[in-house]
């Protein structure tokens, strides 16, 4: 059982940036890829960013190059640095873990869920 719980969110104006943390209990952090997805009102939660237990990583076109995500296996910790902040990122952020993801943007592919932190941008 892994539980994950994310800290970092708040407000931002546009171009501002924040950076998102997710605690992961577990002795076996290191083998599970971690992904962070995003949840807007009236919409469906969509993938952001993912990275491996091989340390590869994966972006969402909409945050490519202004997001990054990265994480401490010492720490049992995942990030996602956000710069360049944009109203349209305004979503809860969400952490989460799967022991074998195939495709990294299906959050049924994910075992584990974290409960989410608000990040609100204002233009």
């Known amino acids: 059982q892994v539980q994950l719980v994310e800290s970092g969110g708040g407000l931002a104006q546009a171009g501002d940036s924040l950076r998102l943390s997710c605690a992961a209990s577990?002795?076996?952090?290191?083998?599970?890829?971690m992904g962070w997805f995003r949840q807007a009102p009236g919409k469906e939660r969509e993938f952001v960013a993912a990275?491996?237990?091989?340390?590869?990583?994966y972006y969402a076109d909409s945050v490519k190059g202004r997001f990054t995500i990265s994480k401490d296996n010492a720490k049992n910790a995942l990030y996602l640095q956000m710069n360049s902040l944009k109203p349209e990122d305004t979503a809860v952020y969400y952490c989460a873990a799967g022991r074998q993801v195939g495709l990294l943007t299906i959050k049924g592919n994910y075992d584990y869920w974290g409960q989410g932190t608000q990040v609100t941008v204002s233009s």
């Open positions: 990275i491996r237990w091989s340390g590869g990583t």
């Open positions: 577990g002795p076996t952090f290191s083998s599970y890829t």
